[in-house]
């Protein structure tokens, strides 16, 4: 049984960084694509960055691009989101997903086959 667990939310003043991880057990993790979504109040879940197996591609939500940064660690089956210049529009659930797809579009929720629970990012101004 494949698990997600991330970690690393909090409280952060607007200009401030948040280094996320998620630690996956229980699957081939060099073998997923991995993702991050989030989801603020009253809005639907929506796509932050993706990376594929070897790391070798990336893909940014527009918003974020040139602020967060998306790597992995094979070795420690771990995949990071970095967030620099965070903003107050950036407070939401954040969710690691992972995908037994090699980089299909990888956009999309329903192209990922496995989730974590989240953790909570707010972004104060």
């Known amino acids: 049984q494949v698990q997600l667990v991330e970690s690393g939310g909090g409280l952060v003043q607007a200009g401030g960084s948040l280094r996320l991880s998620c630690a996956v057990s229980?699957?081939?993790?060099?073998?997923?694509?991995m993702g991050w979504f989030r989801q603020a109040p009253g809005k639907e879940r929506e796509f932050v960055a993706a990376?594929?197996?070897?790391?070798?591609?990336?893909d940014y939500e527009d918003s974020v691009k040139g602020r967060f940064t998306i790597s992995r660690d094979n070795a420690k089956n771990t995949v990071y989101l970095q967030m620099n210049s965070l903003k107050p529009e950036d407070t939401a659930v954040y969710t690691c997903?992972?995908?037994?797809?090699?980089?299909?579009?990888?956009?999309?929720?329903?192209?990922?086959?496995?989730w974590g629970q989240g953790t909570q990012v707010t972004v104060s101004s």
């Open positions: 229980g699957g081939t993790f060099s073998s997923f694509t």
């Open positions: 997903a992972a995908d037994s797809a090699n980089w299909v579009n990888v956009r999309s929720v329903r192209a990922f086959d496995y």
């Open positions: 990376i594929r197996r070897n790391g070798g591609i990336t």
